[in-house]
């Protein structure tokens, strides 16, 4: 049985991370930065505390005996932060991972999955070529994520850094939007809270209401499950070899025409069907595909999900969930509008 730390499991991705971990026979250490979220994890072989990555003293609450690799989700990042504040990005993104290093050389432990942002590539999107593992950074460093991806990247130079000194072997996950289901979703732009525009557009469809898409209807993304996602981080988890750099991805393309239609196809009743509205005029989405070639040979990677199979899953969970009744597509979202 492996033991892994989870750093960041109280957020959605951790705890799917962690009840699966828990279902094949892991040993977990779930932390968070929530108290309230312990009841959460009462799983077989999970335990649970609450840490603060960017306080180096309460890492003295750690287990540190035969741990294989930690899982550094943790972080803070601009969908999560009210207003604006370039300080704490230092405190948790670089302090915070400076933190968990020094916790693996001191303990012995050598291994550490980290997850950064794909913004760190953000000047090779709408290139309409796959992006390799290797490409060179290219930052935008305008707007509320600049000091977010700048901060991520020193993480990572930081890692790199502990493993040419110390060989602490790292596996740094690029991620894209990760998607799951989660109702009543919010984010942050530039500091102010928006409602989820892909749970807002589930909700048109399952009402039947108008959808438009924003801009280049062609324009395509890969669209990634938080199942196969986490399917990466198992294989990151296995191998005794994998270093650097991984492209998160399934390897498909998806135009946003395809995300919209594939919507509505699975959401909404036969009988009262979302109309599809084309606004050329507004934003087009960004464009990014990512090379996988690596992440498939390394992690033993398959992705399991095309889009629609993941709008098909998602929909099963919110019926098993309550969230959504087959007969009468009553749910628990507010409905707005």
Avoid at 138 to 143: C, D, I, Q, V
Avoid at 317 to 332: D, R, S, T, W
Wanted: proline residues 3%; contains cysteine.
């Amino acid at each position: 049985m492996k033991n892994v730390i989870i750093m960041g499991a109280s957020g959605g991705t951790g705890t799917y991370l962690t009840n699966y971990l828990s279902e094949n026979n892991f040993r977990v250490y779930a932390t968070g930065n929530r108290e309230r979220d312990s009841d959460h994890f009462k799983l077989p072989n999970v335990s649970y505390l609450s840490l603060d990555i960017s306080k180096k003293e309460q890492f003295s609450k750690l287990p540190t005996e035969n741990i294989d690799c930690i899982i550094l989700l943790a972080g803070l990042m601009p969908a999560r932060m009210d207003g604006y504040d370039p300080q704490p990005y230092i405190d948790v993104n670089v302090t915070g991972t400076l933190n968990v290093l020094e916790f693996c050389r001191e303990n012995d432990i050598k291994k550490v999955i980290f997850t950064q942002s794909h913004s760190d590539v953000y000047g090779h999107w709408n290139s309409g070529e796959n992006i390799p593992a290797d490409a060179t950074r290219s930052l935008n460093l305008k707007g509320d994520h600049a000091m977010y991806i700048i901060s991520k990247c020193t993480a990572v130079d930081i890692l790199e850094h502990y493993y040419v000194e110390y060989g602490i072997r790292n596996i740094v996950l690029r991620l894209p939007t990760i998607y799951r289901f989660k109702p009543g979703a919010t984010y942050y732009v530039d500091g102010v809270v928006q409602d989820m525009a892909f749970m807002l557009l589930i909700e048109k469809a399952i009402r039947g209401e108008d959808i438009e898409i924003w801009g280049d209807a062609n324009q395509k993304k890969d669209v990634v499950y938080n199942k196969d996602f986490i399917s990466i981080v198992a294989g990151a988890i296995e191998s005794e070899s994998a270093r650097g750099i991984y492209n998160v991805g399934t390897g498909i393309a998806t135009s946003l025409e395809e995300q919209i239609r594939g919507i509505v196809e699975v959401f909404s009743l036969e009988d009262n069907r979302s109309k599809v509205v084309y606004r050329p005029e507004k934003r087009s989405q960004a464009s990014y595909l990512y090379d996988i070639s690596k992440t498939e040979k390394d992690l033993n990677y398959k992705a399991k999900y095309t889009y629609i199979e993941m709008l098909k899953d998602m929909k099963a969970i919110m019926v098993a969930n309550g969230a959504l009744q087959n007969a009468l597509y009553v749910n628990e979202f507010s409905l707005r509008g």
